[in-house]
Each structure stands twice: as structure tokens, then as C-alpha cells.
């Protein structure tokens, strides 16, 4: 059974900044593409970056410039500098076998950003 294990949610002030990471345990199978979705409340779930074991990344225009992706193995990092009120959301990491992040894969259990003064 595969699990992804997120962790470096927390409250920050505006134009602070955090460092989310995943890593998963368990299961026999190669990953391709890692990415983090966001959802706040009363909105769709989002995805927010992503990158593919080329190194090939994307980023939603509302975070560029602000936001970095990288990956180490398996393990994929998601640094958010200049954080605003509306990067707060639950962010979820996910993880595929294939090169598109939207292909069924694997999620984490959601870790929790609070971007407030």
C-alpha cells in the first residue's frame, strides 16, 4: 500500500514563507510526474506545481515567480516565499507512474497552510 507523507504546513504572516515536503513509503512502482493541489474552502482543488523525472516543471500563473517544486528521488519539496492570504488552503501532494500529474495516482492525507496576520 503506497502512502505519501507530507509535512511543513503551519500559520505564517504575509510574505512569510514555508517549506512543504512528501515523501512516499510502501508499494514497488517507478514515479514520473510529483505535484502539490490546493484546495481552500468553497473552491475546487487546484494544482499548484508539478514536476516529472525529467525535471520538467509547471506552475499555476498565481504562484510564479513565488514558488519553487523540486524533487530529490522520490521525495519532492515545494518552497512558497512571499506567501499571501490567498495561498491558504489545505495542499495536497500527489504522485504518478506516468509523465502527466493528471493521471490517476497517489494523494497525500492534506497538510494545512494559514497564511495570516
Known amino acids: 500500500q503506497v502512502q505519501l507523507v507530507e509535512s511543513g504546513g503551519g500559520l505564517v504572516q504575509p510574505g512569510g514563507s514555508l517549506r512543504l515536503s512528501c515523501a512516499p513509503s510502501?508499494?514497488?512502482?517507478?514515479?514520473?510526474?510529483m505535484g502539490w493541489y490546493r484546495q481552500a474552502p468553497g473552491k475546487e482543488r487546484e494544482l499548484v506545481a508539478a514536476i516529472n523525472s525529467h525535471g520538467s516543471t509547471y506552475y499555476v500563473d498565481s504562484v510564479k515567480g513565488r514558488f519553487t517544486i523540486s524533487r530529490d528521488n522520490a521525495v519532492v519539496h515545494l518552497q512558497m516565499n512571499s506567501l499571501k492570504p490567498e495561498d491558504t488552503a489545505s495542499y495536497y501532494c500527489?504522485?504518478?507512474?506516468?509523465?502527466?500529474?493528471?493521471?490517476?495516482?497517489?494523494w497525500g492525507q492534506g497538510t494545512q497552510v494559514t497564511v495570516s496576520s
Open positions: 500527489k504522485c504518478t507512474t506516468t509523465a502527466t500529474i493528471s493521471s490517476p495516482g497517489y
Open positions: 510502501g508499494g514497488d512502482f517507478t514515479i514520473n510526474a
